[in-house]
T-cell receptor, first 116, second 116 residues
């Protein structure tokens, strides 16, 4: 069974600063994928970044980077140069098997608020 | 990028009504789609996996006779909430994935269902 834990119900950051959103996971599968999604108040789920368990380097996508520490089973999302539009709910998710068509297990989510 | 369309975006109806929600993959074929339910400020809970041409796979605790899923083509899955009651009021969101490689799941914009 997969389990994703996001221990920060809410985070606040000043505009233009960086913020780290925590995510730890628990899986017995040797091959898995980790995802981050953004959910604005309007409800849609926006894919941000993906990390495969066998990837040698941490994933990066523009202002988003993933701090992947396999031994610690953590996959923290780093948002650099925060913008007001980054205010949203952020979900970490995991799928087993290493292919991303499998079922996703989501964490509890973190509400990020960016202050001007 | 891959687009998933979900319709309707909002439904308000009387108790006892059956409501159908459509999920379409617009520019790719999806043999598997997923249906989630989300309560306010909470995480996404997987309800069922919709499989093209075969029966859906329901998660534990989800009533299959209550939430009917049909995946008749490679681009369309439907969720019908039968004889809806106020406790069925929620945000329902579907997802689908392109085949191959490290493709993430893409989500529809969700449906806010309110049963009076």
């Amino acid at each position: 069974a997969q389990k994703i834990t996001q221990t920060q119900p809410g985070m606040f950051v000043q505009e233009k600063e960086a913020v780290t959103l925590d995510c730890t996971y628990d899986t017995s599968d040797p091959s898995y994928g980790l995802f981050w999604y953004k959910q604005p108040s309007s409800g849609e789920m926006i894919f941000l970044i993906y990390q495969g368990s066998y990837d040698q380097q941490n994933a990066t996508e523009g202002r988003y980077s993933l701090n992947f520490q396999k031994a610690r089973k953590s996959a923290n999302l780093v948002i650099s140069a925060s913008q007001l539009g980054d205010s949203a709910m952020y979900f970490c998710a995991n799928n087993a098997g290493g292919t991303s068509y499998g079922k996703l297990t989501f964490g509890q989510g973190t509400i990020l608020t960016v202050h001007p | 990028g891959a687009v998933v369309s979900q319709h309707p975006s909002r439904v308000i109806c009387k108790s006892g009504t059956s409501v159908k929600i459509e999920c379409r993959s617009l520019d790719f074929q999806a043999t598997t789609m997923f249906w989630y339910r989300q309560f306010p400020k909470q995480s996404l809970m997987l309800m069922a996996t919709s499989n093209e041409g075969s029966k859906a796979t329901y998660e534990q605790g989800v009533e299959k006779d209550k939430f009917l899923i049909n995946h008749a083509s490679l681009t369309l899955s439907t969720l019908t909430v039968t004889s809806a009651h106020p406790e069925d009021s929620s945000f329902y969101i579907c997802s689908a994935r392109e085949t191959g490689g490290r493709q993430p799941q893409h989500f529809g914009d969700g449906t806010r269902l309110s049963i009076l």
